[in-house]
């Protein structure tokens, strides 16, 4: 009989002494389990999804029964009677009793016995089973059908131990408006009005994030969505799902502003001028959620995303937060609980409220400091050692998407698992370990990176800086099974790396949010971008060809998918694989396009004309993706989930080309793609970090970060040494670093030097949202350059970080310190 042991390792096997045999839980008729007299709402939710999870695996749901293969326990509900047969079971229930969410799983008498500290934990544990029977968390989101099976085992030795790393670990539903908000009124929530967010979309998040081993929710909130407690069922659900609610940086005491606040009715959103009503508004909800699991966020800022209303000096922004704090402390102890430290409340220091924060704001104590990203996936601040013994701990709000400058990136989730990993991993070390949640603007587009998120949020060693390819391979197993998984592997490793080099969305070399007197509607128009067809065998074509070389491999592998996964795999691999494909043949082609035709001869020339009809192509082949996705994956159980332009930004619309094709020319032009010469080095000097001669203690390699895919970190002090050979003369050194914030409140300076010479220091600091800190999250990299004189030979390059938190992707030496370039000319290592 097979095994079916669990996919992630975040579980801890814990052997028993003895020869292992396998217990037989399912071999035909139906899977059964008993559960104690009285268990949570959540215990009986995570009960039926089991329930329909046997089902799908077994083709009958699972049965309770009195005398059952499956024994369920919640420990914080038991009775003396369940009490004692835990006992006769030595069950080890004093390791994790004290624990909240915590559950054990192991083998007695020839029975499975779950037991949970609580009813989340207990909720953890049975879903937990579902992954051994080869169910994955993703099974409706992303329509991912287990295989049936005959039979089910489990070594009689297994016994595992979990609790969670992070207290709350859950996700923000923010930029809804293109994907789960029209979704939901088209195929959930449809008898709610246009808008509309209700409890059956609320419902299947829900399961999601039991799955997932989540405990929290900000609920969506965006310019024309309905308030998640305006919404009758919203809050009922959440209480039966045992999820804790909470709300966003802008949204205090479960406030969602731009739907609730009515100036018509209580006058400005300004707490210095219109006190009593403000102080009005926020005791409504409170009275409303008193007793219900809640996360209350304190503090204020204007409504949606403004900056607090009623003051401008700093000295009046610190006495005008100082004084909203201190009333919502007032009323949380006269409406929700007495005792004010047992209230959950979190103080998100985001924007300006972080300079305001500072400057001298007084947050107590036992509130929650919650630390942000900047925007794109680098963190701005972590809690010093003075901060980090706080009672009420920290969190981090961390974006997987966004809307907002240099430019959104609303349509496909690529953020690098390294980065995810390293930022995170770094929170984590300074003890941000009460509240970590992710900004998606939608679960389903986010699936990898969102379950890399929560494994580390559940157990911070499930991956390390050495595993992440690892972690990605199993994820891919679960979803798609093993021979395909880790055929996939390899493909998706290099489509992190090229959306690494350049996000999808990022592909017009645009911005937005810019001086809307110079930019119609504040976003600057689609331009050439760096990408240069003249050098290192043209660096255009060769990035065109690797994705071609992704897509081809990638469709090697669906000829292995089971015909019940060919959805799966279209909106998981495929749609992102092939949309990030096309939009960047689009843009490339069109530059190409216009540097090779004029307007006055363009349909006159067949080179020009190949170019731009690719271009064309690409862009209706996105359009296509998407009517598939919408209107026929899945039996159109998604439509309305995935937007192709999200915004209408210029980056989606159709190329910029030097005249419009006619039909025919479209027929004709745009076959075989030109093959691209081979790379070139261009006689530079050119490594990966990864490829150095010697490193320091402390520094690592992060897989999946970087243009490398093997960025190394440095602690403080720590350093790379190089050796390479030259051929002498003038030339440009450049480095390219992880565009890393330094995290501590001070700088982050990394030296380098030459054959022991007088160190070059830079810092790469740079103030939120200016000019160089845009291009740098564009681009992936920040780059410093400078220009060096060498002689024939062997010469050693010294990187060293004199700060914390720096991290090397490339270098490269170039003797032709004019030319124009984009990719470093090395391959990833991939």
Known sequence: MKKYKLIFAALLALPLMGQAKEIIWYSGGHVTYSVQKNYGTVVDKALDMFESDMHAVTGKKAQQRDKAAIE??????????????????????????????????????????????????????????????????????????????????????FETLQSPSVEYRGVFINDEDWTNRVWA?????????????????????????????????????????????????????????????????????????????????RGAYNFISNRKSVEDYWRERAKETAGMDALYTIGMRGIHDGSMEGVKTMEEKVAGLQAVIDFQRKLLAQEVNKDITKVPQVFVPYKEVLEIYEAGLRVPDDVCLMWCDDNYGYMTRLSDEIQQQRRGGAGVYYHLSYWGRPHDYLWLTTTQPGLIYNEMKQAYDHHARRLWIANVHDPKVAAY??????????????????????????????????????????PMTRFYQLCAVRRPEFMGWNQVELEHKKYKRGWSPIQDTEFNAEEFGNELERYLADYAEVKRQIDQVEKLIRPELKDAFFAAIKYPVYGAAAMATKHLQAQEARHIGKPSSFHNDDEALESAVRSWKAYTEIKELTEHYNKRMAHGKWDGNMHMAPRDLYVFGPPFLPGKLTASEIEKYGGARPVPSKMESGECVVRNACDYSRASQGAYTVEMLGHSMKAVALPKGGSLTYQFYAKGGEANLYTALIPTQANDKGDIRYSISIDGGTPVVYSLKEKFRSERWKLNVLRGQTIRCEEVNLSSGTHTLEIKALDAHIVVDQWMIDYDKNRRFYMFPIAPAL
């Open 449 to 490: 990176d969102l379950s890399l998120f929560m494994d580390m949020a559940w157990n911070i060693n499930s991956v390390g800086p050495n595993t992440l390819q690892k972690h990605l391979q199993d994820w891919l197993i679960q979803q798609f099974g093993e021979v395909a998984g880790k055929q996939l592997t390899k």
């Open 185 to 265: 009124a088209r195929k959930l929530d449809t008898h709610h009005r246009s808008g509309t967010m209700g409890p059956r979309y609320y419902r299947k998040v829900f399961e999601l994030l039991l799955r997932l081993r989540g405990n929290a929710l900000w609920p969506a909130m965006h310019a024309g969505t309905t308030a998640f407690f305006k919404v009758r069922g919203n809050k009922e659900v959440a209480d039966s799902f045992d999820i804790c609610i909470g709300s966003s940086h802008c949204e205090p005491i479960l406030r969602n502003n731009v739907d609730e606040w009515d100036s018509k009715k």
């Open 72 to 157: 369920v326990y919640q420990l914080d509900l038991a009775n003396n009677k369940e009490m004692k047969v835990l006992d006769q079971y030595h069950v080890p229930y004093h390791r994790f009793i004290t624990k909240s969410d915590a559950f054990w799983i192991g083998i007695r008498k020839g029975k499975i016995i779950v037991v949970g500290s609580n009813g989340r934990g207990t909720a953890y544990g049975i879903l937990e089973l579902s992954r051994q029977a080869g169910v994955s968390p993703w099974i409706y989101w992303g329509d991912v059908q287990p295989v049936r099976r005959k039979s089910l085992s489990i070594d009689s030795n």
